[in-house]
């Protein structure tokens, strides 16, 4: 069955220094990806998508699929950074769902 | 930048009551979604509806619950009679060709 896993719930760096949520899937298909980032009390936001290889927010997040990782990674963090952070895989279904892994709670001290 | 819209942002009923929930989806999208998380868990995805008809569910969708576009504007979640472990944040999202998701603020729904 497809799973996406964040190893880890609560994740504290300190202002400055890299940062990296890690997200690991197994799926059968094509896998596509996405980062959502959810600040306190607001909405889940598309933060990434695998395919656009955009960089948001510094954020970066590379699909390595000898590993079936996609890591989310920025090279300094900043206090506003804190948030939830879930990874989702979009299942070639017909209704395109998105599976979610269980989220990274990011605390970033100044 | 348009933006999902959740009503209401909270709502509380007894068991075994109907509940309604609605969204607006972003204007320009065709593909609508329901989530839920209940509190401590992962979000978890309900149904999605695409050209006024249901195109996936998920095994927790039963027969309680039902969704409608009723016009052109909004997409609802109807649970028929809820149950306790109906209570969860619930969430609309909405996507366009590309099936990139853009979720609304949440309905938190406690079933007393």
């Known amino acids: 069955a497809q799973r996406v896993t964040q190893p880890e719930k609560l994740l504290s760096v300190f202002k400055g220094a890299p940062v990296e949520l890690k997200c690991n899937y197994s799926?059968?298909?094509?896998?596509?990806l996405f980062w959502y980032v959810q600040y306190s009390r607001q909405r889940l936001q598309l933060l990434l998508r695998h395919i656009s290889r955009e960089s948001i927010k510094g954020f970066t997040a590379d699909l390595n699929k000898g590993e079936t990782s996609f890591h989310l990674k920025k090279p300094f963090a900043q206090e506003e950074d804190s948030a939830m952070y879930y990874c989702?895989?979009?299942?070639?279904?017909?209704?395109?769902?998105?599976?979610f892994g269980e989220g990274t709670q990011l605390t970033v001290n100044p | 930048e348009p933006e999902v819209t959740q009503t209401p942002s909270h709502q509380v009923t007894q068991m075994g009551q109907e509940v309604i929930l609605r969204c607006v989806p972003i204007?320009?999208?065709?593909?609508f979604y329901w989530y839920r998380q209940i509190l401590g868990q992962k979000v978890e995805f309900l149904v999605s509806?695409?050209?006024?008809?249901?195109?996936?569910k998920s095994e927790i969708f039963d027969d309680q619950f039902s969704v409608e576009r009723p016009d052109g504007s909004n997409f609802t979640l109807k649970i028929r009679s809820t149950k306790l472990e109906d209570s969860a944040m619930y969430f609309c999202a909405s996507s366009g060709p590309d099936l990139s998701q853009y979720f609304g603020p949440g309905t938190r729904l406690l079933v007393l």
């Open positions: 509806f695409y050209n006024n008809e249901i195109s996936e």
């Open positions: 799926y059968s298909g094509s896998p596509e």
């Open positions: 989702a895989l979009l299942e070639e279904t017909s209704g395109s769902r998105l599976t």
């Open positions: 204007s320009n999208h065709l593909y």
